[in-house]
């Protein structure tokens, strides 16, 4: 059998070329039980429609959609102004800590610099003539920073048995 009207029909098809008429043709050619090998792979193109009648829903689709739609919904999480800059705040941190370890290396290389440097002592003089007077200055400060010393120790013992016994 000659199947070259049919391959007209195929090209015209392709190139969008065909009329109604024409494609009724194709879809009652391709519904045939007994097609060609070589127009086999068109077949399901042109014979879609009474490939698309037999497929039906199963019996249990709607109790598979209704129980989708009564799951629970899932909830979204609020995120907060503070929760959505953390990587900033991250950022700024390891900036800080970077250019704080910078500062120090550097004031570190710098006052090594000028340990090594020499001194002239004989600039310096002495504020106190007797070092009785300075023994006794040195004294009293050490002595006025004792008592500051105990007295935050002591402030700070009282506020653990406040906090303890509360």
């Known amino acids: 059998m000659d199947y070259k009207y049919i391959e007209q029909l195929l090209e015209r098809y392709w190139q969008c ?3 109604l008429e024409e494609e009724t043709i194709l879809r009652s050619f391709f519904n045939q039980p007994e097609i060609p090998a070589h127009l086999q792979p068109y077949k399901e193109w042109f014979a879609y429609k009474q490939t698309a009648k037999e497929v039906r829903l199963n019996d249990d689709f709607d109790a598979k959609i209704l129980a989708l739609i009564n799951e629970e919904p899932v909830k979204a999480h609020r995120i907060t102004l503070t929760r959505r800059l953390m990587p900033l705040y991250k950022a700024a941190a390891s900036i800080a800590i970077l250019l704080t370890l910078g500062t120090a290396a550097q004031n570190s290389f710098r006052h090594s610099e000028e340990r090594n440097g020499d001194y002239n002592y ?12 300075a023994y006794n200055q040195v004294s009293e400060g050490l002595e006025q920073i004792a008592a500051c010393l105990n007295e935050t120790q002591r402030s700070d013992t009282t506020d653990r048995k406040i906090v303890l016994e509360k």
């Open 17 to 19: 070329e065909t009329n």
């Open 122 to 133: 004989s600039n310096y003089e002495d504020t106190y003539n007797d070092p009785e007077a």
